[in-house]
């Protein structure tokens, strides 16, 4: 249980706040920073209910950030507050600098200017995110024209150049072309063309590959790691499967009814997992070199919105849970200096007893 | 598994009990368009108590080789018989009772419960149909309920009041209730939470265990199928590529799509990997290439396989792999 400190791969976001207004070197400020994030959404009776609780999450230039955790543990939820996108009614406090500019404090009109431009967001299904009536290059130049005041015959060459760098097969051509003429991979890739069209500071991409056959997922990964290193494209990918996390991220956070619960390098949280829950996830996975153990699930299903258990909200389904954990929410803290748990239980013990069935 | 049929022997079990496929193949028309083999001549054998795994990538043809194979769609070549007896195309006629033993679990568990009947009335439909009242119907349904892990006061509940895993719970008890001897189940776990997958994925390994079901697992997940499947086949474009024990072909993949599939899963083990990308995409089934279907993406391919459609040859017992070019080492290895 040493800290790996050699295999480690950058850290970029270590004090991140002193230095958020400044225009200090380039790397050096994260391109996202999230700090202390609350979103609250109203419930049937109009009373809010707190879908993310105190999130704190960096994305350093060049950087890909996953954000794990079941469906509806809040990874959604905190990509749409970043585009003001929420759904009526719903409410976000805290911070959520871009490059230093806090989206919070933005007027709408500003916010608006970010989307699209700033940040970007590629969705699961390209089927329904690409509009089914307009050609490709309509919806790529669209974009180039009002965010970047492009003419378009500019635009157009700009167009061809993005579907070429998604490797789309006869660029040129496929302007003219409409979604349903291509298959599911490569309407991916021109969804991953149109949110880079401005050049964005930080891309979100909420599963974008959980709708793809596994070949055609491969290639997706491999496009979004060759923009991180070619473009320095910063990536904050939402995905439950752990395989792609272990592909693609270099730092995993895992969130849990609305907070995270643990997070850390790639190698750290995969391999030495501190918290139970993340422990859990891995057990429930089918290992592809594991021999032929049983699937391991993770007992009960993850609390509703606004119905999160007292004190630690894992507690009813954790296997090591003690009598404590109903009481006193543990905060995040930090195991080594870059890998964050938030159970207050020996992790060394929780290494030590196999994590049984129910 | 029990003892007695081994893991994965097809061979040894009588040829007639359970599901067999017979060069099995099933097309498509539609208008102004060519006609579709969307199954291309399929052979494959289930079990009692055999879990056997049908991996692909979508398109490929695996869940319309799920539908013929209960008999909701019509084979268009080839036959499907059921321990002996040929499978019927369902039409206006009930099904006759010797085939109730063969079932189908769906993947959309929001789509195949009917959202306003009771959960206890849907699974006890199976015992009436069977010439059993209501009222034994009901127990079977709160005995049933209990077995896939849910309680059995449930069966006055609908199924809007349940989440996926527990859905996919209720449509597997229904499909208990009529005392099945072999499920056909596509892509049972496709649409739930990663923990959920595990525990469906679970309680469907251990029926076939535990009641002597032979299992039909139809999956693009070859992760999933390789933890539960005893025997595993690989189809591209309507075709089976290879197939043999799950173990071998993992370890050991033979055909080079297997192959790409299988190094494309992502690993969950934090090492940073990129899986390895299968460039180009699974081609129209209404223009399937000529030759072997898999050669415009195939790393070894040359210009005879462009011509000649490689056969399933069994390499080693049990195995069995479709490649002209790899056919003559195949043989030498066995």
């Not at chain 1, 070197?25 to 109203?42: K, M, N």
């Not at chain 1, 024209?145 to 150049?161: S, W, Y």
């Not at chain 2, 209720?170 to 525990?199: F, G, H, K, N, T």
């Not at chain 2, 030759?291 to 415009?296: A, I, L, Y």
Request: hydrophobic share 40%; with cysteine.
């Amino acid at each position: 249980m040493t800290p790996k400190v050699t295999e480690m791969n950058e850290n970029p976001a270590s004090t991140p706040d002193t230095s958020t207004r400044e225009k200090s070197t380039p790397g050096a400020e994260p391109v996202l920073a999230i700090r202390d994030l609350v979103v609250e959404l109203p419930g049937p009776d109009g009373s809010p209910l707190r879908a993310i609780d105190g999130v704190d999450l960096t994305v350093g230039r060049g950087e890909i950030v996953g954000l794990a955790g079941e469906s509806g543990s809040g990874k959604t939820m905190t990509a749409l507050a970043l585009l003001g996108l929420l759904p009526q009614g719903g409410t976000a406090a805290g911070q959520m600098l871009v490059e230093g500019d806090d989206v919070l404090k933005m007027t709408p009109r500003q916010v608006r200017d970010l989307r699209g431009n700033r940040v970007a967001m590629v969705f699961q299904d390209p089927m329904t995110s690409l509009h089914p009536m307009l050609s490709v290059g309509k919806q790529l130049t669209e974009h180039l024209r009002h965010h970047k005041k492009l003419d378009k015959r500019a635009a157009n060459a700009r167009a061809v150049e993005l579907l070429a760098t998604v490797r789309i097969p006869d660029p040129e051509r496929a302007l003219g072309r409409y979604p349903h003429q291509f298959s599911g991979g490569m309407r991916q890739r021109i969804a991953i063309a149109i949110a880079l069209a401005c050049d964005p500071a930080l891309l979100l991409a909420d599963e974008p590959t959980t709708a793809l056959d596994v070949t055609v997922q491969a290639g997706i990964l491999r496009l979004l790691d060759r923009l991180r290193r070619e473009n320095g494209l910063s990536v904050l990918i939402i995905t439950h499967d752990l395989g792609v996390m272990s592909a693609l991220a270099d730092r995993v956070s895992v969130m849990y009814a609305g907070r995270i619960v643990e997070s850390g390098p790639r190698a750290d949280v995969l391999r030495e997992p501190r918290h139970p829950y993340t422990r859990g996830l891995l057990d429930a996975l089918p290992h592809p070199d594991g021999g032929n153990a049983a699937l391991v699930p993770i007992v009960g299903s993850p609390p509703k919105l606004g119905q999160a258990p007292s004190g630690c909200a894992f507690h009813p389904r954790c296997p090591h849970a003690v009598a404590g954990c109903a009481e006193e929410r543990p905060n995040l803290l930090a195991l080594t200096p870059t890998h964050a748990g938030a159970c207050p239980i020996d992790p060394l013990a929780v290494t030590a007893s196999k994590v049984g069935t129910p | 598994m029990t003892a007695l049929s081994g893991t994965s022997n097809l061979t040894v079990t009588s040829k007639d009990v359970g599901l067999r496929l017979h060069d099995l193949s099933v097309t498509y028309r539609s208008p102004g368009r060519p006609l579709v083999r969307a199954v291309a001549g399929v052979s494959l054998a289930v079990a009692p108590g055999q879990v056997v795994g049908l991996v692909g990538e979508s398109g490929c043809g695996k869940s319309t080789l799920g539908k013929a194979a209960v008999g909701l769609l019509k084979p268009a070549g080839g036959r499907v018989t059921f321990n002996g007896r040929a499978v019927d195309t369902l039409g206006l006629r009930p099904r006759p009772s010797d085939q109730r033993g063969l079932q189908m679990v769906f993947q959309d568990p929001y789509a195949s419960l009917n959202p306003r009947r009771r959960i206890g009335e849907q699974i006890s439909d199976a015992v009436v149909l069977a010439g059993g009242t209501r009222e034994r119907g009901r127990e079977t349904a709160r005995e049933l309920l209990e077995r896939v892990g849910l309680a059995a006061e449930f069966v006055d509940r609908f199924p809007h009041e349940f989440s996926g895993g527990q859905r996919q719970r209720i449509a597997i008890a229904r499909v208990l209730a009529a005392e099945p001897s072999c499920i056909v189940a596509d892509e049972p776990i496709a649409a739930l939470d990663a923990s959920a997958q595990a525990s469906v994925a679970n309680l469907l390994l251990d029926l076939a265990r535990e009641r002597n079901v032979g299992l039909l697992f139809i999956s693009h997940d070859l992760s999933i199928v390789r933890q539960i499947a005893d025997t595993v086949a690989v189809m591209y474009l309507g075709t089976v590529v290879e197939s043999g024990p799950t173990a071998q072909v993992w370890d050991d993949p033979r055909h080079p799509y297997s192959k790409a599939l299988i190094s494309a899963v992502p690993r969950a083990d934090g090492s940073g990997e990129l899986p390895v990308d299968l460039p180009g995409d699974v081609p129209d089934p209404a223009f399937p290439p000529t030759g072997c279907r898999f050669h415009p993406r195939c790393p070894i391919a040359t210009d005879a396989c462009e011509v000649d459609e490689p056969a399933l040859v069994e390499f080693l017992p049990e195995r069995r792999a479709a490649c002209s070019v790899l056919a003559p080492a195949l043989t030498k290895v066995g």
